[in-house]
């Protein structure tokens, strides 16, 4: 089946530590999301990458960095500079990020991380 | 700067109802729309996506309806049922600006027995 997967699916950091969130999907998607998700906030757009090799800011990047080296692969590191880190966090993927053609996007499962 | 606005933040209504989710949004230059359903603790699930160009779109049970003049679009569910139960979220795709939608902040539907 065809789709997007996260890992794991509960994180539990303590103060101080570097985390990594996986999402990895078989779509053959080129563009690529994280998204975190607050109550009473909405989703908020940390990074997205187009292509591979390339990923832009989204809207609440500090504290978090990404990287994209393989087009099925698009993990997200919560540093230690993230001040409040606990929160749900979503993978998403779409055909490209242009938004120009048929372009849905579609969701992972998600990671709660908590930090104790 | 695009704002999505999505009224009742909740919603209940007794199962068999017929319902409209109501979504507005404050630039029509969009490319699409597009709604979807959030069950508690889970991700996103795709429900409908209405190109700029499209009036409308239907999937079994549930309608959208795209008016980019106005800023607004409904989802309509047909005879609702409990397993209808779950936070439904509109976002739309800008024209102009950054690549990447913008999402309202859900209405929470629940559907009593």
């Known amino acids: 089946d065809g789709g997007i997967t996260q890992s794991p699916k509960y994180l539990f950091r303590k103060e101080g530590q570097n985390v990594t969130l996986s999402c990895e999907q078989n779509l053959n998607h080129d563009a690529m999301y994280w998204y975190r998700q607050d109550p009473g906030q909405g989703l908020r757009l940390i990074y997205y990458s187009q292509i591979v090799n390339d990923f832009q800011k989204g809207d609440i990047a500090e504290g978090y960095s990404v990287s994209r080296e393989k087009k099925e692969s698009f993990p997200l590191t919560v540093t230690s500079a993230q001040k409040n880190p606990t929160a749900f966090y979503l993978c998403?993927?779409?055909?490209?990020?242009?938004?120009?053609?048929?372009?849905?996007?579609?969701f992972g499962p998600g990671t709660r991380l908590t930090v104790l | 700067k695009q704002e999505v606005t999505q009224i009742p933040a909740a919603l209940s209504v007794p199962e068999g109802e017929n319902l409209v989710l109501n979504c507005s949004f404050t630039d029509s230059a969009i490319y699409n729309l597009q709604w979807f359903r959030q069950d508690p603790g889970k991700g996103l699930t795709s429900l409908l996506l209405?190109?700029?160009?499209?009036r409308e779109q239907t999937s079994g049970r549930l309608n959208a309806s795209l008016d980019k003049s106005s800023g607004r679009s409904t989802l309509y569910i047909a005879a609702s049922q409990p397993g209808d139960s779950a936070t439904y979220l509109c976002?739309?795709?800008?024209?102009?600006?950054?690549?990447?939608?913008?999402f309202g902040q859900g209405t929470r539907l629940t559907i009593n027995p």
């Open positions: 209405i190109q700029s160009s499209q």
């Open positions: 976002a739309v795709w800008n024209f102009q600006g950054a690549q990447k939608l913008v």
């Open positions: 998403a993927s779409s055909i490209d990020g242009s938004g120009t053609l048929y372009n849905e996007q579609f």
